[in-house]
T-cell receptor, first 114, second 111 residues
Framework: DGGITQSPKYLFRKEGQNVTLSCEQN?????MYWYRQDPGQGLRLIYY???????QKGDIAEGYSVSREKKESFPLTVTSAQKNPTAFYLC?????????????FGPGTRLTVT | GQSLEQPSEVTAVEGAIVQINCTYQ??????LSWYQQHDGGAPTFLSY????GLEETGRFSSFLSRSDSYGYLLLQELQMKDSASYFC????????????FGTGTRLTVIP
């Protein structure tokens, strides 16, 4: 089955530690995205990538970093510089615009930093 | 910048019809999408409107008026499983599928 996987589902870290969230897709999509969702809020774009080895900052990139070394993978690192990292993190992918506009989401990782 | 407004909560009866409105203000606009999210789950795509008018997909329909910066999602024959949060999202860049999401409308369907 094609889809997007995120691991782990729940993640706990101590303040001051960097943590990397995994995102893998086997949909052969070119574009991938990372969003953050806080309780009762919408999704806010952290980073996106439309092609391997290239990525762009979204609306709230400060304190986060990403890499796109393979088409299938788009890991997100939450650094110690992120002031309020506890949130639900969602990864998504899509084909390129002009071919369709649907984003497919993974199941998410709920990160708790104490 | 961008801003989207949608009601925070809506309650409707099973079998009824409900309309969720979304108004937007954006510096660029290329289309309006709707996503459904059940508690603790991943958002799933419902519809996309780039042009004015109504798009129908089964029990769900979505409408867009670009001149009014307004759209809505219409859910017919409501079922209990439709209880979820519904997000409108604007596509704000040409050449990319980047989305800016509203804060969501929590729909509760009651018997």
């Amino acid at each position: 089955d094609g889809g997007i996987t995120q691991s782990p589902k729940y993640l706990f870290r101590k303040e001051g530690q960097n943590v990397t969230l995994s995102c893998e897709q086997n949909l052969n999509h070119d574009a991938m995205y990372w969003y953050r969702q806080d309780p009762g809020q919408g999704l806010r774009l952290i980073y996106y990538s439309q092609i391997v080895n290239d990525f762009q900052k979204g609306d709230i990139a400060e304190g986060y970093s990403v890499s796109r070394e393979k088409k299938e993978s788009f890991p997100l690192t939450v650094t110690s510089a992120q002031k309020n990292p506890t949130a639900f993190y969602l990864c998504a992918s899509s084909i390129l615009p002009g071919q369709g506009f649907e984003q497919y989401f993974g199941p998410g990782t709920r990160l708790t930093v104490t | 910048g961008q801003s989207l407004e949608q009601p925070s909560e809506v309650t409707a009866v099973e079998g009824a019809i409900v309309q969720i409105n979304c108004t937007y203000q954006t510096s660029g606009f290329y289309g309006l999408s709707w996503y459904q999210q059940h508690d603790g789950g991943a958002p799933t795509f419902l519809s996309y409107n780039a042009l004015d008018g109504l798009e129908e997909t089964g029990r769900f329909s979505s409408f867009l008026s670009r001149s009014d910066s307004y759209g809505y999602l219409l859910l017919q024959e409501l079922q209990m499983k439709d209880s979820a949060s519904y997000f409108c999202a604007v596509r704000v860049r040409t050449g990319a599928n980047n989305l800016f999401f509203g804060t969501g409308t929590r729909l509760t369907v009651i018997p």
